[in-house]
């Protein structure tokens, strides 16, 4: 890629990031555009969809948050494990508004492993190591846990206080409404 492509590139996900932070997932393309300075067809060009675009944008932050369960799988204690790491995701959904939404769709597959492929698979291996240590029911798979979490983001990533909100009812949802 050329100099001056790799720049607009990087105007255009910079640009793509600030807005969806302010409005969300579902951001004016054509917003995204001028905030960069760059014409419509240029942000296309590199983006032919949208999925492709939030794809760019959260790539990073969706390899910290698998990285963060690669680390997990070495806790002694995989329901624990398990718990962090899908709070830690519910976490990531609530401060990047209608993120969990839209990479939750079904996922572009010319633009190669997907977000929502990564989080799958690195949520699988630790729900797979809490089910051997039955610390989790058996019928249960990541993508319902994934579900469980993205409803919760989407429920409270308006609210003031949606991070803590969002933690309270993963709690909640994760370990029962019994008392401890």
Do not use: Y
Request: hydrophobic share 45%.
């Amino acid at each position: 890629m050329r100099a001056d492509a790799r720049r607009n590139v990087e105007k255009i996900v910079a640009a793509a990031g600030a807005l969806i932070a302010e409005h969300g997932a579902d951001a004016s393309l054509e917003e995204v555009a001028r905030r960069a300075g760059v014409g419509s067809a240029t942000l296309h060009r590199h983006f032919p969809s949208r999925q492709a675009l939030l794809e760019a944008v959260f790539k990073d932050r969706v390899e910290a948050l698998c990285a963060k369960a690669g680390d997990l799988l070495a806790e002694p204690d995989p329901g624990q494990a398990l718990s962090t790491w899908l709070r830690a995701v519910g976490a990531h959904a609530v401060a990047n508004r209608g993120l969990g939404a839209s990479l939750m769709r079904d996922a572009d597959p010319s633009l190669g492993e997907s977000c929502h492929d990564m989080v799958t698979n690195a949520g699988d291996a630790l729900l797979a190591r809490a089910r051997a240590a039955d610390a989790v029911r058996p019928e249960i798979t990541i993508t319902q846990l994934l579900k469980l979490v993205g409803a919760i983001a989407l429920a409270t990533e308006r609210d003031n206080d949606g991070p803590a909100e969002a933690d309270q009812l993963l709690a909640i949802a994760i370990d029962g409404v019994r008392p401890r």
